[in-house]
């Protein structure tokens, strides 16, 4: 006899890109959605393959090391597992997002166009990018801006080169991030003319955790989270 429950939803994270910001983002999903009991949780599965190869190095040339194997391979497991929609908590990954899409059977959430397109929404006027140098490369945010008809500034040479310090030194090894050197940065922004700055890298987004940063920042880790649920039929609460 064919059963004709309802399939529910199932979530894939294809994560590991790095590992803090997957972690990050599956807490986040539990932390907002809206559950009195554990069946009241969306359903996911996460791929945490943290030995896939450095995007950035790849996109600059620095390696020859192509992470769309790891990823396409991951993705395809994650749809063998139940996934029906899939996430990338991954800014500088979204490189090889239209090859991903083609890919796989199942949607995949596009984090940088839903950033900017909620940026658009909220009335920004000029966004700053804060990201790595591979992102900045493959210009994701700017033809996302470009697209949504919104202006856009990237830091300074010296600014970048602290931005990736950041992520790099800091951030990836488990360390909290210079204020002063952070600070600097984003002021390169406001003084660019920038009313608000995506958090264009989800390692970022955890700045905005420990450092409890303001409204000036827009957090695509939060972006792609609220619209991983929405995806899985529930509405965040909490944001």
Known sequence: MA????RRPV???LGGLGPAASCYLYQMIIDHTPAARDQDHIDLVISSRAS???RTAFILGQSDEDPFTVM????RSLVAYGATVLAIPCNTAHYFYDRLAAALPVPVLNMPALTVEEARAAGCRKLGILATDGTLQAQTYQIM???AGLDWAVPSPPAQAAVMSIIYDQIKQGRRVDRARWDAAVADLAAQGCDRAVLGCTELSLVKRDEHLGDFFLDSTEVLCRHALRACGVEPVGF
């Open 3 to 6: 059963d004709n429950t309802p």
């Open 145 to 147: 801006c470009q697209r």
């Open 72 to 75: 396409e391979q991951d993705g």
């Open 52 to 54: 896939t190869p450095d």
């Open 11 to 13: 979530l894939g994270i």
